[in-house]
């Protein structure tokens, strides 16, 4: 089993769409979670992060963390044509580790 | 505000080559990172340092060598390039907030595009 996974996509939207993308981890000891922006050819950007259960809102983007399910999801709302990039799932553990663990991505493509 | 800058942004080598790929940070940053990501895959860790003189393995080390000597350089040293080792490098640093915990929240580098015939 993979420590971070998400579907490959693409996932396709239309404009003004709410995109939902999902990523689910298997290491219990997680504790911060991380969703990244690639667009094509270029290097990751941080977009939301998230340390505790619930939902936390910025902007159009919502993290949606539950940890007794081991899953991570992020929410754009009023998905526009330029949300169209890879999203990057990214894990850590708590404390003194370190390591941070990304998924595969999910290509998202929304469409006038 | 250079943020991390890495060096070259493309190179081609040949197998049984050697050759570093430099990073290096302007924002004091205590962790850094090296990542190889292959055509529409996601990231692999490769090498990561929690300060100078401090490294430890990812999940993709073989290959690779690193070394922190001070805080703002991470280079990647490739020793009898490969075939397998054509990639796109990405080096990333990150900073701590209360009691030194690392947030995690990566900047990354434009990265390296690495070719080996």
């Known amino acids: 089993q993979k420590e971070v996974e998400q579907n490959s996509g693409p996932l396709s939207v239309p404009e003004g769409a709410i995109a939902s993308l999902n990523c689910t981890y298997s290491?219990?000891?997680?504790?911060?979670f991380f969703w990244y922006r690639q667009y094509s050819g270029k290097s990751p950007e941080l977009i939301m992060s998230?340390?505790?259960?619930g939902d936390k809102e910025d902007g159009r983007f919502t993290a949606q963390l539950n940890k007794a399910s081991q899953y991570v999801s992020l929410l754009i709302r009023d998905s526009q044509p330029s949300d169209s990039a890879t999203y990057l799932c990214?894990?850590?553990?708590?404390?003194?580790?370190?390591?941070?663990?990304f998924g595969a991505g999910t290509r998202l493509a929304v469409h006038p | 505000n250079a943020g991390v800058t890495q060096t070259p942004k493309f190179r081609i080598l040949k197998i049984g080559q050697s050759m570093t790929l430099q990073c290096t940070q302007d924002?004091?940053?205590?962790?850094m990172y090296w990542y190889r990501q292959d055509p529409g895959m996601g990231l692999k860790l490769i090498y990561y340092?929690?300060?100078?003189?401090?490294?430890d393995k990812g999940e993709v080390p073989n290959g690779y060598n690193v070394s922190r000597s001070t805080t703002e350089d991470f280079p990647l040293r490739l020793e009898l390039a490969a075939p397998s080792q054509t990639s796109v490098y990405f080096c990333?640093?990150?900073?701590?907030?209360?009691?030194?915990?690392?947030?995690?929240?990566?900047?990354f580098g434009e990265g390296s595009r690495l070719t080996v015939l």
């Open positions: 990333a640093s990150s900073y701590s907030r209360d009691r030194g915990i690392n947030t995690g929240e990566l900047f």
């Open positions: 924002m004091n940053h205590n962790y």
């Open positions: 340092s929690v300060g100078a003189g401090i490294t």
């Open positions: 290491d219990r000891g997680s504790q911060s």
């Open positions: 990214a894990v850590k553990r708590s404390g003194g580790y370190n390591k941070l663990i």
């Open positions: 998230i340390y505790s259960n």
